[in-house]
């Protein structure tokens, strides 16, 4: 993701990296990985109040960050930031999204596709309890959004949600997907932008017609496939095998790993996924 970002603009980049549970060889590896590819980064967190009802799976958590604290974990001077997930492959110039008119709302996301006719019947949304309190508004996918900090803090968005989210997480059959369902549930009163469907692709939801249009590739979870997100990948990104040898590669250097070919790392990486029951990073989104 952090290669894929570089590689298709020339303004400058900071990343803010939320540091909670982030691997050593990850802290290690990211300083040295800055300077050689010119970029900012800093690591943030926050206390988990004591008043809010906390999360006590590691998911969870990560996921909580990622919708709870927006208006408190940033310094006050930044005004604007664009969450991306950590197994989106970036096609286009992020800039432009962080330069687009969200008009005025606090957040802004994509609207999941729904030209993938397969996968209908796991459209949740769209029935039931959703389909009853959306009142007609999109669902959107948490795995790319842009987060107006000055309107967020000034219409007491990060307020609101707490109050949403402690009202919602005591019950366990609420916010299966916390990070996505507390905003989605949230936007009658914490609006939301839509963003142009090009912004976020995904092969589950969207299908292959609108591939080539994709400004973002997001390796969803596939419900009825359940195939691993890293065999998935090179599969679905052309540009995978490339960027994930890239940064083997210098992590290996810095690391002082030794670092084997490509076509060796795939085949290893694909013997392990196949022979694992279950794949752990398709938990980290629907």
């Given amino acids: 993701m952090i290669l894929s970002v570089l590689k298709n603009t ?3 980049v900071k990343f803010w990296f939320i540091k909670n549970y982030l691997s050593p060889p990850f802290k290690d590896v990211i300083p ?3 300077r050689e590819y010119g970029f900012d980064y800093e690591l943030i967190t926050y206390r988990w109040p004591t008043w809010l009802h906390k999360q006590t799976e590691k998911q969870r958590i990560i996921w909580a960050y990622k919708i709870l604290f927006l208006d408190v974990i940033f310094p006050l001077s930044l005004e604007k930031v664009i969450f991306v997930d950590a197994d989106q492959v970036v096609r286009a110039d992020m800039g432009e999204l962080y330069d687009m008119d969200i008009k005025g709302r606090p957040l ?6 729904d030209n993938n006719k397969e996968m209908d019947g796991y459209r949740f949304w769209r029935q039931g309890f959703w389909r009853d309190h959306l009142q007609g508004k999109p669902y959107h996918i948490s795995a790319l959004y842009v987060v107006d900090l000055v309107k967020f803090r000034e219409t007491a968005a990060g307020d609101h949600l707490r109050v949403f ?8 059959n609420s916010l299966a ?7 989605n549930y949230a936007q009658h009163r914490v609006p939301i932008f839509s963003l142009p469907q090009e912004w976020l692709w995904c092969e589950s939801w969207c299908g292959n017609a609108t591939k080539s249009k994709a400004k973002t590739i997001d390796l969803c ?3 009825m496939t359940k195939e691993p997100k890293l065999q998935g990948a090179r599969r679905i990104v052309h540009e995978w095998t490339d ?4 940064a083997r590669k210098f992590t290996a250097k810095i690391l002082g790993d030794e670092m084997d070919n490509p076509e060796a790392l795939a085949s290893s990486e694909k013997s392990v996924n196949n022979g694992s029951s279950e794949d752990l990073e ?4 629907l």
């Fill in 243 to 246: 960027l994930d040898f890239e």
């Fill in 165 to 172: 989210y402690e009202t919602l997480s005591k019950d366990p």
């Fill in 282 to 285: 398709s938990k980290a989104e």
């Fill in 32 to 34: 040295h990985m800055a």
């Fill in 221 to 223: 979870n596939n419900p």
């Fill in 108 to 113: 802004a996301y994509t609207p999941f596709c």
């Fill in 10 to 12: 020339h303004r400058p």
């Fill in 177 to 183: 997907n916390l990070d996505q369902d507390l905003p």
